[in-house]
């Protein structure tokens, strides 16, 4: 035996010394929901520690979370209303669009990006226009255009459509030449999204996202999405959720090689939660340990529940 690889794990030292993957604060992105009112705290029932947040709460929220280094949040809207068009969603005064100029007034250096979506804004729960019961591909994209533009107005710095509609990218970077897309490329149709839609109220009336978001069989695919998706103009290419979709992570980055993101999403939390609230699981480790595997696996940064929390025991 002349290579003998356990040498390398003999002290904590030698173990920090060649570990591949660190992680940072700055590889975080904490995702917030927007509501109406003041000094509104809503507990979300199926994610323990998150809450649906009026926007004077958010803002000192947001304060709390730059203190332990993390620099990015992604902003999802509850409207006081919802429509069939979705008109909260661009509305100029809509909850999201307060809360960034709210964010950006009071934390200017912060990375604010916005989801550009329309479950959380028509009464159907369906992420574009319907025509009988069918999502309007084409009819839907003018409407992204005005909820992107209408957030880059605000302030935002990304804007983040995740409603998977063909030419979505395209529509957007013709609106905005110059603003930063991150696309939710390859999203998958995941059973993983539950405690999402009770958070934001966003689940669909009638049936199911399949005929829209990706099939979970589904590999080749994906890298389809993603090439098309760069070649419209994104800038930064996304994989939801993250954890049964490492291998797409993967294999994006190594054939792209191009900034990417993941999207630890609310059912991958609310699991650690659960568990680690029995204690059946070590849930600070095991948080860490999933963070490291998504970056091992080509994510450059993450969106997660766990950001804040996180992020302060990496500092
Ligand atoms: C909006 C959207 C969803 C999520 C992010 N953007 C829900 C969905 O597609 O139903 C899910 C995020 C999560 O589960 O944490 N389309």
New binding site residues.
């Given amino acids: 035996m002349k290579t003998r690889l356990r040498n390398l794990r003999q002290t904590a030292g030698l173990r920090k010394l060649v570990r591949e993957t660190t992680l940072s604060p700055d590889d975080l992105v904490m995702p917030y929901f927007a509501r109406p009112g003041k000094g509104q705290r809503t507990p979300i029932g199926s994610m323990p520690g998150q809450f649906q947040l009026s926007i004077d709460e958010l803002v000192k929220e947001a304060r709390g979370l730059v203190k332990t280094g993390v620099g990015s949040i992604i902003l999802f809207g509850i409207p006081s209303s919802k429509d069939p068009k979705g008109s909260g969603g661009f509305a100029k005064n809509g909850i999201v669009q307060q809360a960034v100029r709210a964010l950006k007034d009071a934390l200017p250096d912060l990375v604010v990006m916005t ?1 550009v ?1 329309m ?1 959380e804004y028509t009464d159907h729960g369906h ?1 574009g226009i319907l025509k009988g019961r069918e999502v309007d591909n084409d009819a839907t994209l003018p409407y992204l255009q005005k909820i992107a533009v209408s957030h880059v107005e605000a302030g935002a710095d990304i804007v983040a459509p ?2 998977m509609m063909d030419g979505v990218v395209g529509a957007l970077r013709q609106a905005l030449p110059k603003t930063t897309i991150l696309s939710y490329a390859a999203k998958y149709a995941s059973a ?2 539950g ?3 009770e958070a934001a109220g ?1 689940a669909p009336q009638f049936g199911d ?1 399949k005929a829209y ?1 990706m099939d979970y069989g589904n590999g080749d695919e994906a890298l389809r999405e993603i090439r098309l998706d760069l070649e419209e103009g994104a800038d930064i290419i996304m994989v939801k959720p993250a954890l049964a979709y490492l291998d797409i992570i993967s294999r994006a980055k190594e054939t792209f090689g191009c900034p990417m993101a993941a ?1 630890n ?3 991958e939390y609310a699991m650690i939660k659960a568990a680690g609230e029995r204690g059946w699981i070590d849930e600070k480790k095991v948080i860490l340990e999933t963070l490291t595997s998504i970056k091992r696996a080509g994510s450059d940064f993450i969106l997660t529940y766990f950001a804040r929390g996180a992020a302060a025991w990496m500092t």
């Fill in positions: 989801d979506c479950c992420c995740s409603g993983f999204y405690p999402f839609r966003s996202r978001q999207y999403v609310s059912g």
